[in-house]
């Protein structure tokens, strides 16, 4: 798979963004200890906080169409 310069820029724009709009919420507003004693597993929510950035930055790469 050949990366593409336009959509691979997409991609990290749409990362960073979308990193720092969680890292808000799960820091500043929900409270990341508050999150692990609502569903009782640090590694749940680590993976799922993990998960939650990778994935729509992937479908954001996929989805980006080239010109």
């Known amino acids: 798979m050949k990366l593409k310069k336009r959509k691979l820029k997409f991609a990290a724009i749409f990362f960073v963004c979308w990193f720092a709009l969680l890292v808000f919420l799960v ?24 998960l939650l950035v990778v994935l729509p930055t992937l479908a954001v790469y996929v989805f980006t169409k080239e010109r």
């Open 27 to 50: 820091d500043g507003v929900l409270k990341f200890q508050t999150l692990v004693d609502y569903f009782g597993s640090y590694w749940l929510v680590e993976i799922s906080l993990i």
